[in-house]
């Protein structure tokens, strides 16, 4: 699988841009700021309806403009799609697939997989794990498409779950304005059988990317190391209800979830949130036996977030839940490389040189490791031209 090319209508910078890549390696070269990392974000955005800057679409659409158009044709063997969103904040996206008439965007996740490293990273090994969560899900729609569908679900059962929350407390503070939480149990309900389809999936999606993950980050730091990757969830800390468990058993999980929503009732309308689900949950991450964030060194933090992301590549190139074929996802690499040093910036580089398509950002050439050859374009004032 390979992007033969890319066009984006007021994306970001881009008022208007025509790329043509090539399969192999295509490294976009210029100063910061010309708009490269934009080109990635809008294939990255395709694959997943997610950036991996922002989180959420307005940022995407060009100052003074409505809407932003990202359109791509991807290649996979003898075959070519065009793939096209349209992004309107505040409006449903619109989608369509080979020009044909207008879909629902999620129509579009799964029929192009991606990769992206960038230096933002380093935030899933150091950051909160609403950053994690999203690294899961955004995995979670590539590999398993229909889950585009239940994540979004999941959303809006919670926003309107917290607006009853929020409404019941205020009633308890004798607020004007209150409700009661006589249709609390219909959102706890909805919020438990969505919840538990998320739990599941991101369980199974953890247990499958673990050995890949210990595998990968030997690879990047050149040695053996104890590195751990479980999952979380906030019905593994809540006492009353069935046992927690990893058991992949949808109906067991939900019920776990409805027990812990009925325990932790009172301190939800107090402070007018939900306090338990997949929105609550992490991923922990650990080296030697202690929790990475606040014991991994430098140097430590980014192999592990590189073996995430190289972990992810390998899942989702030899996963038969991705599309049946073992079809290489496309790989995204934005101004990784000047972070690194010298040692993982090579074996880095050696690992993914052989990879069908691998598309690389940098602001001088130097930054650009030599087993990385092939097309070469230069950007530079929104103008991106190829120079070999």
């Given at each position: 699988?390979?992007?033969?090319?890319?066009?984006?209508?007021?994306?970001?910078?881009?008022?208007?841009?025509?790329?043509?890549?090539?399969?192999?390696?295509?490294?976009?070269?210029?100063?910061?700021?010309?708009?490269?990392?934009n080109l990635v974000e809008a294939v990255g955005y395709l694959a997943t309806l997610g950036s991996h800057r922002v989180?959420?679409?307005?940022?995407?659409?060009?100052?003074?403009?409505?809407?932003?158009?990202?359109?791509?044709?991807?290649?996979?063997?003898?075959?070519?799609?065009?793939?096209?969103?349209?992004?309107?904040?505040?409006k449903a996206n619109r989608a369509r697939i080979n020009r044909g008439s207008p879909v629902r965007a999620r129509e579009?996740?799964?029929?192009?997989?991606?990769?992206?490293?960038?230096?933002?990273?380093?935030?899933?090994?150091?950051?909160?794990?609403?950053?994690?969560?999203?690294?899961?899900?955004?995995?979670?729609?590539?590999?398993?498409?229909?889950?585009?569908?239940?994540?979004?679900?999941?959303?809006?059962?919670?926003?309107?779950?917290?607006?009853?929350?929020?409404?019941?407390?205020?009633?308890?503070?004798?607020?004007?304005?209150?409700?009661?939480?006589?249709?609390?149990?219909?959102?706890?309900?909805?919020?438990?059988?969505?919840?538990?389809?998320?739990?599941?999936?991101?369980?199974?999606?953890?247990?499958?990317?673990?050995?890949?993950?210990?595998?990968?980050?030997?690879?990047?730091?050149?040695?053996?190391?104890?590195?751990?990757?479980?999952?979380?969830?906030?019905?593994?800390?809540?006492?009353?209800?069935?046992?927690?468990?990893?058991?992949?058993?949808?109906?067991?999980?939900?019920?776990?979830?409805?027990?812990?929503?009925?325990?932790?009732?009172?301190?939800?309308?107090?402070?007018?949130?939900?306090?338990?689900?997949?929105?609550?949950?992490?991923?922990?991450?650990?080296?030697?036996?202690?929790?990475?964030?606040?014991?991994?060194?430098?140097?430590?933090?980014?192999?592990?977030?590189?073996?995430?992301?190289?972990?992810?590549?390998?899942?989702?190139?030899?996963?038969?839940?991705?599309?049946?074929?073992?079809?290489?996802?496309?790989?995204?690499?934005?101004?990784?490389?000047?972070?690194?040093?010298?040692?993982?910036?090579?074996?880095?580089?050696?690992?993914?040189?052989?990879?069908?398509?691998?598309?690389?950002?940098?602001?001088?050439?130097?930054?650009?490791?030599e087993a990385l050859t092939g097309a070469r374009f230069d950007v530079m004032d929104g103008e991106v031209n190829r120079?070999?």
């Open positions: 699988m390979h992007v033969a090319q890319v066009y984006l209508v007021d994306f970001r910078s881009y008022e208007q841009v025509d790329v043509t890549f090539e399969p192999g390696v295509n490294a976009l070269v210029g100063p910061n700021g010309q708009g490269k990392t989180g959420s679409d307005a940022p995407l659409v060009r100052d003074g403009a409505r809407r932003a158009v990202v359109r791509a044709q991807v290649a996979k063997g003898e075959r070519v799609a065009t793939l096209e969103v349209e992004i309107t904040p505040g579009v996740v799964g029929l192009l997989r991606q990769v992206l490293f960038a230096p933002e990273d380093l935030a899933l090994v150091k950051g909160d794990p609403d950053g994690r969560r999203r690294f899961c899900d955004q995995l979670l729609v590539q590999r398993t498409p229909r889950l585009a569908g239940v994540l979004s679900d999941l959303e809006r059962v919670l926003r309107q779950r917290s607006a009853l929350l929020k409404s019941a407390g205020a009633a308890r503070r004798g607020q004007a304005g209150g409700g009661d939480l006589r249709t609390l149990d219909v959102w706890d309900a909805k919020a438990a059988q969505v919840g538990a389809q998320i739990v599941v999936a991101r369980r199974d999606l953890v247990a499958a990317l673990r050995p890949h993950v210990v595998s990968a980050y030997e690879q990047v730091s050149a040695g053996r190391a104890d590195v751990q990757v479980t999952y979380r969830s906030s019905i593994d800390v809540t006492a009353d209800g069935p046992a927690p468990s990893d058991d992949d058993d949808v109906g067991l999980v939900e019920a776990q979830l409805l027990a812990a929503m009925a325990a932790l009732r009172s301190k939800e309308v107090e402070r007018g949130v939900s306090l338990v689900g997949p929105h609550r949950d992490d991923v922990v991450l650990g080296l030697a036996g202690l929790p990475a964030k606040g014991y991994a060194s430098h140097g430590e933090s980014w192999s592990l977030a590189l073996a995430l992301r190289l972990a992810s590549w390998r899942l989702l190139a030899e996963d038969p839940l991705t599309t049946g074929d073992d079809t290489e996802p496309v790989l995204l690499l934005d101004d990784v490389f000047a972070e690194l040093d010298a040692r993982r910036r090579d074996r880095l580089a050696g690992l993914v040189a052989d990879a069908g398509q691998v598309i690389v950002t940098a602001a001088v050439p130097q930054d650009v490791p120079v070999w």
